[in-house]
């Protein structure tokens, strides 16, 4: 919660599949909210990196306490 820009992955060549797999299965069984995926922005090719990170959603006010222990 104490980082809230742009996160953007890279993903030449399908290397992050198996790590966005992993985040969209940790959604589905409830062990990580949607609100956590959507802070991640993914692109193919690295002459999009750049839009991806300027173009990224402001997160929301409640981003810092997606991630507080309680």
């Known amino acids: 919660?104490?980082?809230t820009k742009?996160?953007?992955?890279?993903n030449t060549r399908n290397y992050f599949?198996?790590?966005l797999?992993?985040?969209?299965?940790?959604v589905n069984e409830r062990f990580m909210n949607p609100e956590h995926?959507?802070?991640?922005c993914v692109v193919e090719r690295p002459e999009d990196m750049l839009a991806a990170l300027t173009d990224a959603p402001s997160w929301s006010?409640?981003?810092r306490d997606y991630a507080v222990v309680r």
Do not use: N, T, V
């Open 17 to 19: 599949r198996p790590c």
């Open 61 to 63: 006010e409640a981003a």
């Open 6 to 10: 742009p996160i953007a992955l890279l």
């Open 21 to 26: 797999d992993l985040l969209s299965q940790a």
């Open 37 to 40: 995926l959507d802070m991640w």
């Open 1 to 3: 919660g104490l980082y």
